[in-house]
């Protein structure tokens, strides 16, 4: 009991540092795990990191340290702008438009709008990419929590296992769906050898086998990435809390959940966010896999927005879907942050921007 | 702590491995046999001859030609990233200017913009640039969205530099642009080095500006070829899977580099 109040502390007089682990952990996702820091010499120090240290130099010895302009900042800056928030500003006004490619676009008012939510097929993909994101949290979270942990481990096989689980996230979309279409395919595949298993063996005919096939991959090839945030989160726990508890006698099955669990919170929110807006915009695995079949089945709103504008060539309407997406994926990411509370430790967030 | 093996966790990582394993197994068998030998006794036996005329039958159909046009796509969004984000980085870290944190917070929002969103009102922008169907017009989006996260990896990186350091250069009479160039530079190595896998990972891996923004063979990246190749010829399954192969092999050589670069950087600190 006393074990249990003491992490309590524990964790909240950490959590600071640990919100900063937790971003550099999500930062340094392309570089997975490095080295120990640099600057681990001066523990303290380093924690406040640039900001203190220029506070004391300014402070301290009467030398003025220049600092950049605000110059440096603007290429990037009105390169992005250009690139990438022009966009994001535009398929709000091209969804009021009819545009089919060519010559300009034409305003239309609502009527892409009305049209595309007149259609069950926009309906019925809604829901579909739900049950997509749905399952992809499902299986992935508690998957990736238990190789996270199991990853974060310092024994030399498990480093070299995690290196080559790693594998697939480093694969083309495109690459993972094509060797797994191959793998599964109706005629040529694995299921057409393994009927005991898969029965007339098109995994790809019914709308429960193509989902199904659609999580697989998803999972098979995600996975890796949430793990690994969930390896960074679980080296940062401190061992002291281990320790305490083993002294306890909790076993591994309650540290577990009664300590690894709790301090992952913060790795678990960033991944849930990522993961859902991940899976509301699944786009090639569809493509490639299914075609949003067999009929429209599996049909989810990203494909059904490319089909819309760069196959059907009505560009205003795919517009109007694709905003469906954007508000779609920052609500459900700003509800994920509000149920869990993460927006309360904002304030500690600060630091590090 | 535990001591004790956890054979529970052993057995299911091993369960694991298969799963990862397993597809990669079938397609390196498939692509060294010939194309009635996988249909006549399945993707699972063991390749009896060895063949390499799946490699070459991939090469043929204009596969080099992909990966010419994907090499010189993640060539540009690397270097435009490279030229772009170390600046960015610097002034978000150590300037005072209301405009760099503002940066900063447009480039966390940026974060959660996805490029499904964007590739309607893209396709608009690029085709009045009259960069559709060029290899410049999928650079230019490309590199654009690998912005945001590079900003965050480079500015961690810049934000574990000492402030004494920028103190001694300081009474040395250096200018910001000299300690870019002489402190900052050197020491975030690191971070650039991830920055730059991470981006040439996104740009040879990219999928949706290419299969939007171009349409011919000699802009076609090897990510569409893949695609195309499956929708033509999706029945010669090691001739398909070759190609998968071929167009993993660079990544995978990229990942073992930088991993042992990981290992030496890590023996380094600890032997220094």
């Known amino acids: 009991m006393s074990a249990h109040i003491e992490t309590q502390k524990q964790t909240r007089a950490r959590s600071q540092e640990r919100t900063r682990a937790q971003a550099r952990a999500l930062t340094r996702a392309g570089a997975k795990e490095r080295g120990p820091r640099t600057e681990g010499g001066r523990p303290g120090a380093g924690r406040s990191g640039g900001r203190g240290a220029s506070r004391r130099t300014r402070e301290g010895h009467g030398t003025r340290v220049g600092r950049p302009g605000f110059l440096w900042a603007i290429p990037a800056t009105l390169f992005f702008l250009l690139f990438a928030i022009t966009p994001l500003i535009m398929v709000a006004g091209l969804s009021f438009t009819s545009w089919s490619g060519l010559g300009s676009p034409r305003f239309v008012g609502l009527d892409n709008w009305t049209r595309v939510f007149a259609d069950p097929v926009m309906i019925n993909s809604v829901w579909l990419s739900l049950l997509v994101t749905f399952l992809g949290v499902a299986i992935q979270t508690p998957l990736s929590v238990l190789l996270g942990v199991w990853a974060a481990g310092q024994q030399r096989n498990r480093a070299v296992l995690s290196a080559i689980y790693f594998i697939p996230l480093l694969l083309s979309t495109t690459a993972v769906s094509v060797l797994w279409r191959a793998v599964l395919d109706p005629n040529f595949g694995v299921p057409s050898r393994v009927t005991w298993l898969f029965g007339d063996g098109n995994l790809f005919g019914s709308q429960a086998g193509a989902i199904g096939v659609l999580a697989f991959v998803s999972t098979w090839q995600f996975t890796p990435f949430h793990t690994l945030i969930h390896q960074g989160a679980a080296r940062a726990v401190p061992r002291v809390l281990y320790e305490a508890a083993e002294i306890d006698g909790a076993g591994r099955v309650r540290q577990f959940f009664h300590i690894t669990l709790p301090q992952l919170r913060n790795s678990l929110i960033t991944s849930t966010i990522l993961m859902v807006v991940g899976g509301l915009t699944t786009f090639e695995t569809v493509l490639i896999l299914t075609q949003g079949g067999p009929g429209t089945d599996t049909t989810i709103t990203a494909y059904y927005m490319y089909q819309k504008a760069f196959k059907g060539f009505d560009f205003g309407a795919g517009a109007a879907v694709a905003l469906v997406l954007v508000v779609a994926a920052t609500l459900v990411s700003l509800i994920v942050v509000r149920v869990s509370g993460y927006d309360r430790m904002r304030s500690e967030m600060e630091g590090v921007s | 702590m535990n001591r004790r093996p956890n054979h529970l966790a052993g057995a299911g990582s091993l369960v694991w491995l298969l799963l990862v394993g397993f597809p990669l197994y079938v397609m390196i068998g498939a692509t060294l046999r010939t194309r009635s030998d996988y249909a006549r006794r399945g993707p699972l036996a063991f390749p009896e001859g060895f063949t390499l005329d799946n490699y070459t039958g991939a090469l043929s159909t204009g596969f080099g030609q992909y990966f010419l046009n994907t090499v010189i796509v993640t060539a540009c969004v690397v270097g435009l990233v490279v030229l772009l984000v170390p600046p960015l980085a610097y002034a978000i870290v150590r300037s005072r200017s209301r405009f760099a944190s503002s940066a ?62 920028y103190e001694a250069m300081a009474m040395d ?57 499956q929708t033509e010829h999706g029945i010669d399954i090691p001739g398909l899977l070759a190609a998968v192969v071929l167009s993993m092999v660079p990544v995978l050589l990229v990942y073992l580099f930088a991993r042992r670069a990981l290992v030496q950087g890590l023996m380094g600190v600890g032997g220094k």
Do not use: H
């Open chain 2, 173 to 229: 009479g250096a200018s910001p642009r000299r300690m870019f160039f002489q402190l900052v530079l050197p020491l975030s190595k690191g971070g650039l080095s991830t920055v730059v896998v991470f981006s040439a990972l996104q740009a040879w891996n990219g999928f949706l500006f290419p299969l939007v923004l171009t349409q011919s063979d000699s802009t076609k990246l090897i990510t569409l070829g893949l695609y195309d190749f």
């Open chain 2, 104 to 165: 900063f917070r447009l480039f966390l929002l940026g974060l959660a913009i996805p490029a499904q969103a964007v590739i309607v009102p893209m396709f608009y922008l690029i085709s009045e640039a009259g960069l559709y169907d060029n290899l410049l017009g999928v650079v230019l989006p490309t590199a654009a969205f690998c912005l945001p996260i590079s900003a965050l990896i480079l500015s961690g990186a810049m934000r574990d530099i000492g402030g004494e350091l």
